[in-house]
């Protein structure tokens, strides 16, 4: 599944971004990335309001982030990326909340899922991740560092 996500629409909906972050877009990328990665789906990323110069796509293995700049919109940029897709955009899953861009990309055969809903998956997938890893640096025991210092003094013997 490849998701397209309104970048700036899911900012607030994810805890601890904001709007007015300096740095809430390469915030969002990295936790997109990682959510990607743990799901194993591709993701098209737009954000809105690029200034002139910006590079307006760049890929960041599962991910590739979309830059429109000022004078356009990442809603229409959404709308037109998916348009180009002709059948196959039904292949995509749309993330916003924008009304008008879920009209016009279910009118496309896209599946949609509102930002709250995508970012309490997103939330959830990377708590777990976070937990498995806690529950992977739990210190060994002494029974356990026993344990292992006779296996591998068997090992030498």
């Not at 899911?10 to 959510?35: A, F, M, N, S």
């Not at 309490?120 to 640096?137: I, M, R």
Request: net charge negative; with cysteine; aromatic share 6%.
């Amino acid at each position: 599944m490849t998701l397209v996500i309104d970048g700036h629409n899911l900012v607030p909906k994810i805890p601890g971004l904001h709007l007015t972050d300096l740095d809430d877009e390469p915030r969002l990328i990295h936790l997109v990335q990682e959510y990607c990665r743990l799901r194993r789906n591709n993701a098209e990323l737009f954000f809105d309001g690029a200034l002139p110069g910006t590079a307006s796509g760049s890929s960041g293995g599962l991910v590739h982030v979309h830059s429109v700049r000022k004078g356009l919109t990442a809603d229409q940029a959404i709308v037109d990326f998916l348009t180009t897709k002709g059948k196959s955009a039904k292949n995509f899953t749309v993330v916003t909340s924008d009304r008008r861009i879920l009209a016009e990309v279910r009118s496309l055969g896209c599946a949609v899922v509102s930002s709250d809903q995508f970012a309490a998956d997103l939330v959830n997938t990377l708590s777990k991740l976070t937990e498995e890893k806690k529950a992977q640096e739990k210190p060994l025991s002494a029974d356990e560092v026993d344990d292992w210092l006779a296996l591998f003094k068997n090992k030498r013997e």
